[in-house]
C-alpha cells in the first residue's frame, strides 16, 4: 500500500513538472552563448547568466553576484513559435514590453526580440536595418 502511495504521489510530481515544462519551457538557469543585434554580434553579454523562474527573470554579467538585469516575462508555448513578453524593470525599457519569440531546442534556449512598438520577430534572425535582437543560450550545468 505504501508502495502504491509513494508511486502516486511520485507520478503527481511528475506530471506537474511535466505540466509546467510545456507551460513554461524557458524556466531554468541559462549561459548566454552569444547575442546579435540589428545584424551585429555583441559580445558584452555573453558568459552571463541569466534565470528564469515564475515569470520573473534575471540576467547576470559573468564572474559578478548581482544581477544586471531583471524583469517580469510572459510565454506562450502554444504559439508556433512560441510567444514570449518582457517587462524590463529597469534601463531605458523600464516598464515597457519587449515582444518576441522563443524556442527551446534540448539545451539551447534562443529568444528574438524587438524594441517597444516594433512587431514581434517572426523568424530567429538579427539582419540589420531590422532592430532585432537574438539571444542563444546554454542550459547551465
Not at 13 to 31: E, F, H, I, M
Not at 54 to 80: F, H, I, R, S
Not at 115 to 129: H, I, L, N, Q
Request: glycine residues 12%; charged residues 25%.
Amino acid at each position: 500500500m505504501r508502495m502504491l502511495l509513494s508511486l502516486g504521489l511520485l507520478a503527481g510530481v511528475l506530471s506537474v513538472a511535466t505540466a509546467d515544462a510545456k507551460k513554461d519551457p524557458t524556466a531554468g538557469k541559462w549561459v548566454v552563448e552569444s547575442v546579435t543585434r540589428d545584424g551585429k554580434a555583441d559580445a558584452n553579454l555573453t558568459g552571463a547568466t541569466r534565470v528564469h523562474t515564475a515569470g520573473k527573470y534575471t540576467m547576470t554579467p559573468p564572474g559578478q553576484t548581482e544581477a544586471l538585469l531583471t524583469g517580469t516575462y510572459t510565454v506562450d508555448a502554444a504559439k508556433t513559435p512560441g510567444a514570449i513578453d518582457m517587462k524590463p524593470d529597469g534601463g531605458q525599457y523600464k516598464g515597457k514590453t519587449l515582444q518576441g519569440i522563443v524556442k527551446v531546442d534540448g539545451d539551447t534556449l534562443t529568444i528574438a526580440f524587438t524594441e517597444p512598438g516594433k512587431d514581434r520577430p517572426t523568424d530567429f534572425e538579427s539582419k540589420p536595418g531590422t532592430g532585432v535582437v537574438v539571444a542563444v543560450f546554454k542550459k547551465a550545468k
